[in-house]
Structures are given as C-alpha cells and as structure tokens.
C-alpha cells in the first residue's frame, strides 16, 4: 500500500488559485499515486524513479507539461508548490516544504513556484554520502548535469569537505544530459570520528573553460556521537525516589564507558561505574537513586575510551531536582494591562503566559501537571488558569475564511462578550490562528480583504461592546503588518519554532519579531514542542528557547503539542513543563525588570553563550544560556568593582562559584541555562 510506508509527494497547483491541485507520490519500492485533488481517479503519464541506500532513499519525478494540461511555462510564470514527507518508523513524522496547518491537502499554503528563463546549463543533485564504511561515512555526490546550449562546453563540478577538494570536468554535447559521481577519500569523511567539529560541504558547479560560475551552495553536516546519554526526566521533585539514565552506544569503537553523576565538576562523583562494553550490545540502562540527593542541579556523565584508556568522546546531562510548589493563584477579579515595554500585567505585576496547545488523548503524559497558567486545551493546566478563548467570528470557504458583513460582525461579536461576560480570568481572546490565510467579503462573489486591516476593525469593533477587552492573532509572516492588528501579537517563524533544528536562528527570529512590532506591543512566541516532530525536540532545546525567548522580549510562550504529538514514553522532554513552569514563576519578576547599564561591566565568553543582566528587589542577576548543542567552558568576568563580590550564586541549582580575580569558570551541558545572583561582598 501506497500510504503504508515512508512517502514523498509533490502537490502542484498549475492555476495559482489556492484550490485545484495535482498530487504526485512516491515511496521506497516505486509504487506511485497520482490525483486531482482528492480524487484518485485522474491518472497522468509520468516517470519514476526511486533508489535506496543504506542511509536514506531518493525519488525522481519526472512529469511533462502536457500531463498537466499546460505548455512550457512562460518566464514569471508562477504556480503553487509543495513538498511532502511521511515518515512511518517509530513515531510517524509529517513534513512539508511550506507549512501546513493541519494536512498536506492545503493548497491555500503551498509556497510558489516561479519560472525563469531556459538555463544554458542546469544540474540536479541526486545524491550524497552512500558509502558507509565502518563508523564513518565517505563523502561522495553524484549529479545529473545538462547543456541547454547548442554548442558544446565542458562543464567543472567541484565538491569540498573543509579544506580538501575533488574536482570532476565533464564534456557535455550540445543538448546532452549526463550523470557523474565525484568520489572522495578518507580526507573527505562526512562523519569526524569522534571529533566534535561541524563538517562544512561546498559544491561549485562552472564552465571549465571560462570560470563563469553556474552554481555555488553550502551546507553543514553535524558530528554523529558515538554514545549518548538519556535520563529519564529533566527535573526530579522530592517525591520521586528513583531515576534511569541510558547509554547508547552507537559505534564500532571503544572499549569501556565509565559513567558517574557530580554535583560540581571535580568533586567526588555520587555514583559512577565502568562499563565493559561487548559487542552487539548497544544499550545500557542504570539506575539512579535520586531520592536520596539534595535539591539542586547534577551532572551526568558518560566518557568513551579506548583500550588504553585513552578519552574517545564525552557526553554530559543535565538534571534538576527541585520543589515543584503549587502555583500561584489569581486574585477573585484580576486586572489586566500592558506595561509600555510590551509586558503583559496581571494586578500591576509581570504575567508571562506559559500554555500549550491540544494534544491527542493518547498523546498526553500524567507528567505534564499543573504547568499551564492559561487555559487552552484542558491538559495540564493549574487551578484557575486564565483563559483565552477563540473567537467564532468567520466561516469558511474554499481557500480561506468569510468575513461578515459589519453588522454582522458587530453581533457575532457582541454575542461573544456576553457568552464571556461573567468569566473574570479571561485574559485576551484570539481572534484567529494564522491570521495571514487568505480572507474573502462576500458570499456570491467573494473579495479579497486587507487581513491586517480586517483584524484591526475587528479589534476596535470588540473594543467598542467590551472597552476593557484584550484581542489577539497569531502570525507567522509579515509581522510589521499586524503589530496594530491587536492588542497582543501570537507569533510563529518556520525558521526557529517550526524548524527542524529550534535554536540556531531563534534569537535572530525575535530580535526581528521586536524589531517589526516596536517597543510596546506584546508578542506570545509559538515553539513546537511536536513540530516538525518530538525526535527533534529535547528537554534541553525546550529548555534553551523558553528562556531565550524571556530574555529577547516574548511576553509569554504557547508550546506547540499537537499534529504528532509527544510520545508519553518521551518522559525527559515532558518533565519539562511543570519543571520550568515552577522556575519561571520565579524567573520572570527578574528577567522582566528594566535592563541594567552595569552590564557593560560583565562579560561572557565564548559567543555561544548568550546572557543578559537584571536588577530586581536589589539584587543583580546574569541569565546566561548555552545556545550550542556541545559542553561549553563558559568564562564570566566582572570588571565593574561595583559588581564584583567574592561568590556567585546560582539559586535555581543550589550552589555557588567562588570568584578569582574578578571572575569564574562555569561548565554549560548543551543548551543549558544558568542564573546567578551577584552581589558585593557575596
């Protein structure tokens, strides 16, 4: 069956209209799918060609314009595109070139194809790395290149791996198509052999004999470790006796693992043991009795040796034991407002919303308790969360949403206030969820409106029935638009919340968030927690992004649970929740108070460590976060005498650093956090 293993599809939208499409799709064996639509009956006469390898497996469309009923497009030509993935092992993982928002049957959000101009010459990657050696991987591409001229060229296609290089020239006829490989060596390994450095890949393709340039592209490939270390939740309260950690070895090499559990780097470890590894055995699970230690922040390591005990690789963890303390409760009929820098106010006090979306009943774990302070889906919230309800205000047609008619809308929304009208903990009400669909007047003959401007009536509208009423959308696009749009401003960027990878492009994302809304206006930042799937979110990324996104000006965050969803067995990522909703009820007073001109006389190195100074009740803190997924030596240095106290203490980890000369050394476990308090003569 087509659908019963891993897929690839390919939707074109040939009319740019949003609603007609054809589906092509692919999986590993070669069995295909064509439609119209949904329909399956259209069938069109086109070519495929899949192949396999060890690593990953390829699929090769190849459909004539005629099947789709059209000629060669024009140049500026533009159709509706996307590229569709489903992965069936393990927990099923969806992905699609342009983000959808439910299904890959959404044409409304394909991304768009542009057609250019014929290429003299063109090319195709069809593959990398497929030779897998031992424990490392040979780094090898192969091409499809094409001359669309009616002369011959010969054609210079050049790959890099760091600093080595393997050059392929290539003769190519007049019209000619031809398929090479460029092979490397041991000096062009994809993996590093348990070197912790980023491998960086070029390829240039060019006229060999003019130097003309036809294409250059870069990528990375991160390090495959060969161990690494799972425990089983991030934060342990008192009440949990008992704790796993799990080794994966997942390499040809080493011979012993030896594993032990700190409080501080360089004191006498609480457990450890060696491991004597034997092969075809991968996994080792050990016990911990977290019961029996104290309350604060421990570290959990696992080195790889060889047989002369010489250090292979090392991996370090995380965990917190903490009180997990109930949460605060509202007052009978709170006051909400909006500080002028943009923080959300419950009573005249910072109010950060920390929420989540629905996940599926079965996709819910007993863990995530008591952590959500507004309400949205019913799962995991404290007692007397407050609320923020969706608006019902459009209906729907192909493509996107209805807008009523004024009056219409003034009663829709006059009737959503009096549904509201007794519930004292609403804190604002959404007005949409992707704001930036399509939005049509008119039922007969509908008309494109102005979202930004629609959802700005729609505000001062309910403005008008309810003066002390707070709105929202939620966006993931054109940001400065709609920074008037609400009161409060939901926002999701592909490049960090619903990226692969979470935290490489997310202070960027809210520097740009600030930058496109101004000072003032208030913005719930989206991070999927699920999206594109939970095997690509940690505790630690979770972790990591919360409080960046604290510390860069987000008045609240809204973690994405549903699509896939979370494995309940994933007990580390969901531990999580109520961990960092207990330390964020602490954590916000401090990091929402005004910056501090002092922190010109604090420094932090290495660059991969972002911080940020704050001054609360009189106390100075520094927030600082590991934004690398690798263990940083983080050196912090105090130069302002007004500043520098003997210790520093870190009250979330219940310890404290000695200073030396105005500074210290803290150890940082990938996408770790630290807060310290300072204070002279501490």
């Not at 690494?228 to 080493?254: A, E, F």
Request: glycine share 6%.
């Amino acid at each position: 069956m087509f659908l019963a293993d891993d897929t690839v599809e390919l939707f074109l939208d040939t009319n740019h209209d949003g609603t007609t499409y054809h589906q092509f799709g692919a999986n590993p064996s070669g069995t295909r799918y064509d439609g119209r639509g949904r329909s399956a009956d259209w069938n069109a006469n086109w070519e495929l060609k899949t192949a396999m390898s060890d690593i990953h497996w390829t699929a090769e469309f190849r459909i004539p314009f005629a099947s789709l009923g059209t000629s060669f497009p024009q140049p500026g030509t533009v159709w509706g595109i996307n590229f569709c993935r489903t992965r069936q092992a393990g927990d099923p993982e969806h992905a699609s070139w342009a983000a959808v928002r439910r299904e890959f049957h959404e044409p409304e959000a394909f991304g768009e194809l542009i057609f250019g101009a014929p290429s003299d010459v063109s090319h195709s990657i069809l593959s990398t790395g497929t030779s897998m050696p031992d424990w490392w991987v040979h780094s090898e591409i192969k091409l499809l290149l094409r001359n669309g001229m009616e002369t011959p060229l010969t054609v210079r296609a050049q790959w890099t791996v760091n600093t080595a290089t393997r050059t392929v020239t290539t003769p190519l006829k007049p019209g000619e198509e031809r398929e090479i490989c460029v092979s490397a060596g041991d000096d062009m390994r994809l993996d590093t052999g348990g070197n912790r450095t980023t491998m960086a890949m070029a390829l240039t393709v060019a006229n060999a004999t003019t130097g003309e340039v036809y294409d250059y592209r870069t990528a990375t490939r991160e390090p495959v470790p060969p161990i690494r270390v799972s425990v089983d939740r991030y934060y342990y309260s008192p009440d949990i006796r008992g704790g796993r950690v799990n080794l994966t070895w997942n390499q040809g090499k080493g011979r012993f693992i030896d594993f032990e559990i700190v409080k501080e780097l360089g004191e006498s470890p609480i457990t450890s043991k060696r491991i004597s590894l034997v092969a075809d055995k991968h996994e080792y699970d050990l016990p911990i009795a977290v019961g029996d230690w104290g309350h604060g922040r421990y570290v959990v390591s696992a080195h790889l040796l060889a047989g002369d005990e010489e250090r292979l690789w090392s991996e370090q963890r995380a965990l917190i034991k903490r009180e997990l303390t109930p949460a605060p409760t509202p007052s009978a009929a709170p006051e909400f407002s909006i500080r002028s820098d943009g923080i959300i106010l419950v009573d005249a006090k910072p109010f950060f919303p920390f929420f989540a979306s629905s996940p599926e009943p079965e996709r819910r774990s007993p863990l995530a308790k008591e952590c959500f302070n507004v309400k949205y889906s019913g799962f995991g919230e404290v007692p007397r969360p407050f609320s923020r309800p969706e608006a019902r205000l459009f209906s729907s047609i192909s493509g996107g949403r209805l807008v009523p008619e004024k009056e219409k809308m003034l009663e829709l929304i006059r009737n959503e206030v009096a549904a509201r009208k007794t519930d004292p903990l609403l804190l604002y009400r959404s007005l949409a969820y992707e704001a930036t669909g399509k939005m049509y007047r008119g039922k007969d003959n509908p008309v494109r409106v102005n979202n930004a401007a629609e959802f700005a009536e729609i505000s001062r509208l309910f403005k008008r029935v309810d003066p002390h009423c707070l709105t929202g959308v939620q966006i993931r696009s054109n940001f400065a638009d709609y920074k008037d749009s609400a009161d409060i401003i939901e926002v999701a960027h592909v490049s960090s919340s619903y990226a692969r990878k979470l935290i490489p492009h997310l202070i960027r994302d809210l520097n740009h968030t600030r930058a496109c809304l101004g000072p003032g206006k208030p913005f719930v930042f989206w991070i999927g927690s699920s999206i594109p799937n939970a095997r690509h979110r940690t505790a630690e990324e979770i972790r990591c992004a919360s409080y960046l996104a604290l510390m860069h000006g987000a008045a609240g965050i809204i973690f994405h649970l549903g699509h896939d969803g979370i494995n309940p067995s994933m007990t580390r990522h969901w531990s999580v929740y109520p961990g960092l909703a207990r330390e964020f009820e602490e954590l916000v007073p401090i990091v929402t108070a005004p910056p501090q001109s002092r922190s010109a006389g604090i420094t932090v190195e290495p660059r991969e460590v972002d911080y940020a100074v704050r001054e609360s009740d009189g106390q100075l803190y520094l927030i600082a976060v590991n934004t690398s997924s690798s263990r940083v030596n983080a050196q912090i240095t105090i130069t302002d005498p007004a500043v520098a106290g003997k210790r520093a203490k870190l009250p979330f980890e219940s310890r404290e650093i000695e200073l030396t000369d105005n500074s210290f050394v803290d150890m940082f476990t990938p996408f770790e956090s630290h807060v310290y308090a300072l204070q002279p003569g501490l």
